[in-house]
Every structure is written in structure tokens, then in C-alpha cells.
């Protein structure tokens, strides 16, 4: 299925990045008490996230409000169709605001400039702060009639047991894609993404332009797992690592990988996996399905992310974001969704095998989704502490320096 | 016409139909410049680490514009500021060769095509920046016809779209030569024909009544149209954001936009714009000066 996934590009070029200073400089300005307030959570560490007393779920049993429901999400990262579908369920018209990465949609929430109920793929590693200062509302599950439906490992995430804020959007991993008829030989064993250094791939190539899977990247090569690492040593060496990368391959960075592998822009690119079963619908006309791969390294070094919905503390239709929300956890509306954005959900029911069964998604690329057993056990990229995420950003600017 | 007939006295009229303007146009610099100022040298919340401005002189911090002007000046950024300068004026260059001439020809030479062509000249701005800049994508992607195009060359087999200085700044000359041609086609259209009759009869050649003529009245609009095109050049990032994406092309643009959407250091961000814009400033100044002189020339 081909769509106008462009418009993905188009918004995520257009100015309004540069907005974000004047609109920093005004509207209500949500001010906090320390960075000791973040409650950052790992696997081994599961955190509780705190409920103060202002901020409590709305209580159940309420009307739904006539709408409309405001969304706010990256760039065609819901299916038009569900939309649709859902305006005509509830009689609500749905209007969705767009952000290009997850520090724009925190700037905008807590600015005010984002009047939104229902902030959708949000980023595990922000949540402590939308929590820390209250802009995200408690869920009340009495709307959530679907919750069961969900994997049982993300019924009470580690990152926010109980699941008092969060219910998951879609789940990733983080490897290689590649056209098979581009390269030299298809990337398979434990180290493919060593073709990103290969010089015959110089022009080629391209990397995640995220400053915490790229480095990541740097580090799991040096073999390196602590991708949540404090030491400005340790981020150092990764960042040698793709100073290395640039002067054998001079990678593109960006987040187009879905668009650029097909098209052969590159032939090797860093990318989620929901970006491969999206690429599908770029393959120029003469150009296979099976031509697409999707390398991913073994589990021990392999990162799996989610993101999650959350309703702000502020919304106006609450009770209808939590439909929404409901809505979105139904299986057949799940799928729709994977069609249209590739990247799947943590539902029953998505799991390779079914849906490469019912014809969703090609075999060759049956390792672009995400198992149950993998996602225990995959790397996670967490937050850090404010000092830490400075290193790891001052890091990635000097190495886009280019020089 | 004496010096005393030439300095009319300020009529109020003017004043007062101008002032709206000035005070609009005041208001959206002036205002949004400080709300910059104020971020640079304001604070950072230690949770969300959004900007908090700081609308207070006396309490602007300039630790952090001051850790950026090193970098600036002797740091990493000093690389990309110079690579930023460099694209910039190879791309100028770039719009002098190509449109001078089509300015020229449109202006002197058009005839009865000069409407049809001022048309066509005008085209591009119907289409976004943004729109005629993805087309450019496309057409140099490895199946692309211009890349396919060009790889008849011998020994051109380059990727256009990775990493290339070469396909930024062509990026930057596309994208800008129409602001480039239409300014200094009003000057060139502006040169009094009989000027270049007499240095004819006065036995000049096309060629000398062109270097001797044309060209030093047409510095004015030749200078104008250059700033106006080099400036937002400056500013551009998503020229090489979708044409190169790579380190090796960043622009002072894209380190800006880097800062203040994907980091949680946006002071460093509106610290760059304060460097950048005194900068362009300095570039503007020199710009005005040379109207000035050639203004009093003209009124001597």
C-alpha cells in the first residue's frame, strides 16, 4: 500500500522548529522544583510513579464530551482511516497537531502552545518529566475496557507500574535495513552493522539522527551495552567510533531511512524497525518486496523502545481521549494501524507469525516485529539524569560539527 | 537642480503614512530579537529544560553565550561558521553568473518576449522553497533522471545526495537565484538606454559599453541583490538537511535548529542566532555604507 507518507517529510522540514524559541518566551511557563524530582526508571529498578493530590484520574462512569479530541503525535503516525472511523463512532470531529521529536512536543505541552487532550508516541525516556511536573493526567481504566488486550509484559511496565499513566503505542527495535540487490552480500551474523564503516558503502549509508540510538550505536559496535552510561569517557570512544563511520561512509543523518533504503538512496541505513515494513510502500515499481532486509543484532546488544499514550493534565474532553485511547487498543484497529505506519503495537494478535500469516507483512521481513520474549530482554534506551543527557548531547553536536 | 531645491522638507504626510509600517516592522524585529536575547541569556528548567527568558538585563547570565562565542571563535563551530561563509559565497557567485545574464537579456534584449519572460521569472515563487528543494531530492536520488543524467559523465558516479558540499551549494544557487535575478533586473531596466547610445557613438564597443557602462551602473543592484539573496543563505538549514544530511555540510542553520528542537540546551540555540545576527549585521552595515557613498555620488 502505497500512501502520501511525504507529507511526513514535508512537515518535518518545515520551520516550525525555529518558532520554538518565541514560543518559549511566552504562554503559561511550567516551572519545577529539581531535577531530583525525575523518577527514572530501568528494568532492574521499576518505578511507581507518583499521583499528587491536584492531579488525580478523572473519575469513571462520565459523559463523552462532544469533542472535538485533540491529538498531538509525530507527522502521519496514526492511520487516516482510524480517524475517520473513530469520528464516526463518537460524533466527534478528531484534529491532530504535529511535533518532530519528542523535546518540541515537551517544549510545546509545557509552554502551553500545544492545547491538546492525548499525546501519542511519546518517548519512554521524557515520561519522568511529564510526570515531575504534572502535565500528564492518572488514566482512570474504567474507560480502558480493551486494556486486557494488551501484551501481558506492558500491562505494568517497569517504567510506570501499574500503568498509572501510560498504555504503549507501538513497540521497535533498532537495526540495519538494506536492499539486498544493493549490497555486496545481505547483512547477517552478529556484526552487520559493520557495513556502515565498509568504504564500499561510501556515499551510501545513513544513520539515525538520535543522538541516543546513534552513539548507542557507537557503543554497542565497541561492544559496549550500557547504553544509559553516565561517563563522558565511555561517550567519547562511542563518538570515535562514528567519527570513524563519517570518514569511511559519510552517512546521511536523518529519520528517512523508510524512504531513502527503498529508493536505494542508501544502501545501508540505521533505522527502526517499524521503518522497513513502512518501506514497503516506497519500493519504486520495478523493485520486489524481498529486496528489503532488516538486520538487527542478537538480543544481548539489540535496543527495543516503546512509546506510550498519555492524556495531558489539561485536556479539555478527557473522558473522550480515554475512548480514544480504548479505540486504539482493539485489535482490528491495531492492525490498521500497522498497515498504515509499520510499526506495530503491543496488542494479542501481532505477532510476527499471525501477521505474516494473514499476508500483512512479507517473510523476508519478519524480524522487523517485535516478539513478547524479545522485548523482555531487548536493551532499553532510558532518561537520564539532566547532566548526563548535556554530555550525551554536547557529544552529538560536536560530532555534527563535521569537523 | 540646486543643492537647497534638492533637500525638500520632511513632509508630515509621509511621516504619518509610513509610520504604521515602521512601527510594524519595528515591533516584529525588535521584539522577537529581545525575546532571542532573552532566552540566550536567561535560564533552563532543571526538569523540562525548556527555556525560561530572562527579561531583565540586569539579570542575564552570559555564561553559556560566552562558552558558545569560544567555540565560535576558536572551538568546533568555528569550522562550521566558515563552511557556512564559504557555501554562501560560492552560491552568490553562482547566482552572479547565472542570473546577471538573464537579467541582463531580459532587461535589454527581450523585446517583445520581455512580459512572457518576467512571467516565467516570477514562476518559482508560486512553488514553496520547501516543494522545489524535495523535486531537486528526487531528481538526484540514484534513479533520479538528473543523477542518471549525469552519469554518463566520465568517471561521475558520485551520490548527489550524501554528503556532498558540491550538491548543497547548486541547492542553495536554485533556490535562490530567483530572488537574485528579479532586483537586479529593475536595475538593469532602470540604466537610461542613451547612456549606452553615446559611449557607442563615442566608439565603444558592445563589449566596452558593457565593462565601462552597464556594469558600474548596475553595482548598486548588483550589491542589493546579492544581500538579499546571502542573507537568508546564512540562516538556510534544510537545504542541506535534505540534499546532504551529513556532518561534513552542516551549516550554522542546522546546529541552530539542532539545539533548539532536539536538545535540551535551547539557550545555546538563541545564542547562536545573537552571534549569527551580529555577524549579518556587520555584513549589512558595509552594505549600507556603500548605498550611502553612492547615494551622495549620485547627489553631488
Known sequence: MIHPMSRRRFLSLSGAGLSAVALSACGDKKESSGADALQIASPSKPVKLSISADNQAIKGGLAVESGPLRIANYADFVAPELLAKFEELTGATVEVSTFTDDNEALTKIASGSFAVDLLMSTAIDTLPKYVATNLIQPLQKDYLTNFANLWDSVKDPFYDQGAQYTVPYTVFSTGIGFRSDLVAAPLEGDNGWDALWDSQYDGATGLLDSYREAIGLGMLRLGNTNLNTESKDEIDAAIDELKKMLDTTNPRIDVLGYQAIPEGTTKVNQCWSGDMLLALGYLPDDVDASALGYWQPPIEKRVINNDAMSILAKAEHPVLAHTFINFMLEPENAAINQAYIGYQSTLAGMEAETLIAAGSIPENLANALVTQDDFAKGLRILALPLAADEIWQNAWSGLNTGG | ?300
Open chain 2, 1 to 300: 537642480m540646486s543643492r537647497r531645491a534638492q533637500r525638500s522638507p520632511l513632509n508630515p504626510l509621509w511621516i504619518g503614512l509610513a509610520a504604521p509600517g515602521m512601527a510594524w516592522m519595528a515591533l516584529f524585529f525588535v521584539v522577537p530579537f529581545y525575546a532571542v536575547a532573552a532566552v540566550a541569556f536567561g535560564q533552563v528548567d532543571p526538569i523540562l529544560r525548556t527555556a525560561i527568558p530572562e527579561w531583565n538585563p540586569q539579570y542575564w547570565d552570559f555564561t553559556s553565550f560566552s562558552e558558545v562565542l569560544d567555540r565560535v571563535v576558536g572551538g568546533d563551530l568555528r569550522t562550521v561558521f566558515l563552511r557556512t561563509g564559504a557555501y554562501v559565497i560560492l552560491a552568490v557567485l553562482g547566482c552572479v553568473a547565472i542570473g546577471y545574464p538573464v537579467a541582463y537579456f531580459v532587461s535589454r534584449h527581450s523585446g517583445r518576449w520581455r512580459a512572457t519572460l518576467l512571467a516565467l521569472m516570477i514562476l518559482p515563487f508560486w512553488v514553496s522553497y520547501l516543494m522545489r528543494m524535495l523535486a531537486w531530492f528526487n531528481l538526484l536520488q540514484p534513479e533520479g533522471w538528473v543523477a542518471r543524467a549525469l552519469s554518463v559523465l566520465p568517471g561521475d558516479d558520485r551520490p548527489w545526495l550524501n554528503g556532498q558540499p558540491s550538491t548543497v551549494v547548486f541547492g542553495l544557487i536554485y533556490g535562490y537565484v530567483p530572488f537574485f535575478i528579479l532586483p537586479l533586473y529593475a536595475t538593469l531596466d532602470r540604466i537610461d538606454g542613451r547612456l549606452l547610445e553615446a559611449a557607442r557613438d563615442l566608439g565603444a564597443t558592445s563589449n566596452q559599453a558593457f565593462w565601462r557602462v552597464t556594469l558600474p551602473l548596475s553595482r548598486q543592484g548588483l550589491i542589493a541583490a546579492s544581500v538579499i539573496t546571502a542573507l537568508p543563505m546564512v540562516g538556510d538549514y534544510y537545504t542541506n538537511d535534505l540534499l546532504s544530511a551529513s556532518p561534513r555540510t552542516e551549516m550554522v542553520g542546522n546546529q541552530i535548529v539542532g539545539y533548539l528542537q532536539q536538545s535540551s540546551q535551547p539557550q545555546i540555540g538563541a545564542s547562536l542566532v545573537l552571534i549569527l545576527a551580529v555577524l549579518l549585521l556587520i555584513v549589512m552595515a558595509g552594505y549600507l555604507v556603500s548605498v550611502n557613498r553612492a547615494q551622495k555620488l549620485v547627489t553631488r
